[in-house]
């Protein structure tokens, strides 16, 4: 994995939506990439931020697999 294929997955990662390979392709950058590892750690801290300030109400099932079905379909352009 490079740094341009961690910036657009790292929320994926995140979430854990990625597949098992790419997951570990993943942290192997990580492992590698102190950039990439701060840019992992920074989007984490904005994720878990977000979340607190938005309280705990769920978006409909429906709106999740639209939104998830946008999201991939920029990402694999």
């Given amino acids: 994995m490079l740094c341009n294929d ?3 997955v790292v929320y994926f990662f995140l979430d ?7 997951q570990r392709d993943y942290k192997t950058h ?6 990439c590892e701060k840019r992992t750690t920074v989007s984490r801290k904005l994720r878990d931020f977000v979340r ?19 999201i991939r379909a920029i990402v694999i352009e």
């Fill in 30 to 35: 990580l492992s590698i990439c102190p950039d």
């Fill in 16 to 22: 854990g939506s990625l597949g098992e390979v790419k």
């Fill in 6 to 8: 961690v910036k657009r």
């Fill in 52 to 70: 607190r300030r938005l309280g705990r109400d769920n978006a409909p099932d429906r709106l999740k697999i639209r939104l998830t079905r946008s």
